[in-house]
């Protein structure tokens, strides 16, 4: 029998959310957490010590033993050290549960055992994680029992960011600050904070574990290196949005139900177009916890599909042929005061401060468009980038009819008068309503599209953090409206000022907007012509970083330091080149130890067939032929496979990080391609007894 449980009482009962502080601790402590929150002033480590200690006693209640600075390091992944709560023993025997405010606000990791680009040492071990008190501390209950997890930034002992969470706190400050320039430029003194918003919808594959166990490829690499299509792919449409299959649906229960008792607002569930592929989006939330938020998700993920037997995969790529998995960012800017500025209302031709932010996001996705591509960056969204639903490697912005006609009018007639109105959308059938259709329709191929009231970043990968996407995107609108407020404060008739600067946003900037078939060959020829960069690889889009353009940008805002920029380029480097080797390490070992061998006992079987079918006089011209084509492929993939090894040997001897990563992606991955095409002809030949793992149709359809 199903398990009932009531979503209203389980929803955050194990966050130390606002509702938690207010009961369990003093007025004046909470009040001055709250300033803090809002970056008013300071923490003093006697309000700590309170918090810390309040904190604590409710971990306990809730079974927890060991609490940890839960942060996010330039892996890809989070990472913790527990420690548990117990003091030293008393002359007693007795141990006392302590946990203080100078242990809340402050961890040490080591920061030369993680990621760093050449900013630490291996002698130089130091680092600090400091307490993020704007996302609330949680209580994750696994088989290590419950942890009292405590988000925190990571940072050098020399104070350089190396995780996610510092520079998108960072970039929130700089959109803050930029932000309230412009409202109070039309008269809006009362808001006084305006903060990112984000909706991070996120797809993956799920994949019965059994069968995941028998493929190198996926435990090394996450992706299959080789497989053959089934009869059968995405062809027909059928998996999309179909019923949501008796397995995946007792996955997906328990999965709502642990990132609802996290806070997690997990709203929307389905499959997605590729067979076992899926789909979980949350109501957004504001930037630095949405974040959070999507690595607890993707954490959950995997947690409890390993509970059910199954394995959730999140690379961008994991089956060739079909599609891959992205992570849509939706992205806006909201106001404490519940004011959105990308609402453009119902008459956007009229609304000047939405068209003012709208010139301000087009300007800045025009000027720093590579960055954008460099942020949705990484290996496996290489496979992934062009098709299948996922956006082209060309950065471009859909706006829509009703607002591409609004642009027009300023930029062609220097005014705008109308705004396109939304329709009834008839359905011809006497007993179905009329429907109210949006003023615009949708562009599945658009990398940054606008949606209503927010911009959808359609490129980040499954697998990735959205802080990067964020980070950038937070600091280049921030810098736009800099540059904006810095000259209508100085106007002397502001609303001829600003009618005049939309207008040039528009004209100066509309060479990014695209509101057709991002797919097309005629697309990336006419992108090419309005001089929009087309950055087709992680490797060609790194450089971005490091440019003066970018270092004056993040350096301006207090975001990135140029040291920290070229630490994170070096680090991408070095992570396409590992990865790359990881797989092509991996091709090898599937390779000799079981590909090579499978077809040596497949031919063997052939030829003895051929030897007894002419000892009974029959012909057997049939199997001779079968036989000459399964060794023509294995001498072939034996050749690759020599080919492979010599690749990644010379890409060992290679010390420069940049020409490292360029060799692995133009020579390794293309000798591992090279190596892969033999070896699916034959999976297509081959005896399914003799072929050593498990097949595309094994793993998509049999969940």
């Known amino acids: 029998m199903s398990e009932k449980f009531n979503v209203a009482d389980i929803f955050g009962e194990n966050v130390f959310n606002d509702t938690v502080m207010k009961e369990r601790l003093p007025k004046n402590v909470y009040k ?57 023993p008393k002359e007693n025997g007795k141990v006392l549960m302590e946990f203080s405010g100078k242990e809340l606000i402050k961890g040490e990791p080591d920061a030369s055992s993680f990621p760093s680009g050449g900013l630490r040492a291996t002698f130089e071990a130091r680092g600090y994680t400091a307490w993020d008190c704007t996302s609330p501390a949680f209580v994750r209950e696994d088989a290590t029992g419950a942890t009292l997890c405590i988000p925190t930034a990571f940072c050098s002992y020399t104070g350089e960011a190396l995780d996610q969470k510092t520079p998108l706190l960072r970039s929130m400050d700089a959109i803050n600050e930029q932000s309230l320039r412009i409202l109070k430029l039309f008269g809006n003194t009362h808001s006084k904070k305006v903060t990112p918003s984000v909706g991070a919808e996120q797809e993956y594959f799920i994949v019965d574990r059994e069968k995941y166990l028998q493929r190198k490829d996926l435990i090394f690499a996450g992706r299959t290196l080789f497989g053959a299509m089934p009869p059968k792919g995405q062809e027909l449409d059928d998996h999309y949005f179909g019923a949501i299959r008796e397995r995946i649906g007792a996955f997906m229960k328990d999965v709502n139900k642990e990132l609802w008792k996290l806070g ?8 997605e177009v ?57 992205w806006s800017i909201t106001t404490d005061d519940g004011i959105n500025l990308l609402e453009p209302g119902k008459t956007p031709h009229e609304n000047i401060q939405f068209l003012l932010v709208l010139g301000a996001v087009m300007k800045a996705v025009d000027t720093h468009a590579d960055l954008l591509r460099e942020s949705a960056s ?112 100085k106007a002397d008739n502001f609303d001829m000022a600003c009618h005049d600067m939309i207008k040039k946003l528009f004209t100066d900037h509309h060479k990014i907007v695209f509101n057709g078939n991002g797919y097309t060959d005629e697309w990336i020829a006419e992108a090419e012509r309005r001089g929009l960069p087309n950055i087709p690889s992680m490797v060609d889009a790194i450089p971005a ?35 790359i080797n990881i797989e092509a390490k991996a091709m090898l070992d599937i390779t000799g130890k079981q590909l090579i061998p499978a077809v040596i006992a497949y031919s063997t079987e052939l030829a003895n067939s051929v030897l007894a079918v002419k000892e009974a006089g029959a012909d057997a011209s049939t199997q001779a032929d079968l036989l000459t084509t399964v060794t023509g492929y294995l001498k072939e993939m034996k050749t690759q496979l020599a080919a492979l090894e010599k690749a990644v040997a010379d890409g060992a001897e290679i010390s420069n990080v940049e020409e490292q990563a360029k060799f692995f992606r133009d020579t390794v991955k293309t000798t591992m391609d090279a190596l892969r095409a033999p070896a699916d002809k034959l999976e297509m030949i081959v005896d399914k007894d003799f072929w050593p793992f498990p097949s595309y149709g094994d793993l998509l359809f049999e969940v």
């Open 264 to 271: 997690v607002s997990a709203k929307t569930q389905h499959n």
């Open 274 to 330: 590729a067979p076992a592929q899926h789909e979980l989006a949350p109501i957004y939330a504001q930037c630095n916890t949405a974040t959070d938020n999507n690595q607890l998700t993707m954490e959950v993920l995997k947690k409890v599909a390993y509970r059910h037997g199954l394995v959730c995969l999140l690379h961008e790529k994991p089956f060739a042929g079909v599609n891959g998995s992205g992570k849509h960012n939706n």
């Open 378 to 489: 990484d290996v496996g969204n290489d496979h992934r980038l062009g098709a299948n639903e996922a956006p082209p490697a060309i950065i471009s912005m859909f706006l829509g009819e009703q607002l591409e006609d609004v642009v027009m009018q300023l930029i062609d007639k220097g005014d705008a008068t109308s705004s396109i109105q939304k329709g009834k959308l008839k359905t011809g059938a006497s007993t179905l309503p009329d429907l109210n259709k949006d003023a615009t329709d949708r562009n599945r191929t658009s990398p940054f599209a606008f949606t209503g009231n927010k911009f959808e970043f359609r490129m980040v990968g499954s697998a990735d953090s959205i802080a990067p996407a964020n980070v950038v995107l937070n600091t280049i609108v921030a810098e736009s409206f800099k540059e904006i407020a810095d000259e209508l404060e």
């Open 32 to 88: 001055n957490l709250k300033l803090a929150m809002t970056g008013v002033q300071e923490l003093s480590l006697t309000d700590a010590d309170v918090i810390a200690n309040a904190m604590k006693d409710w971990a306990i209640e809730k079974g927890a033993t060991h609490y940890t600075h839960w942060f996010q390091p330039l892996t890809g992944t989070t990472a913790e050290k527990h420690d548990s709560f117990i003091s030293a």
């Open 545 to 579: 970083l490091t440019t003066p353009k970018a270092v004056k940008l993040f350096e301006s805002f207090g975001v990135f330091t140029e040291a920290e920029l070229k630490s994170r380029a070096e680090i991408k480097y070095e992570a396409y080149a590992k990865a």
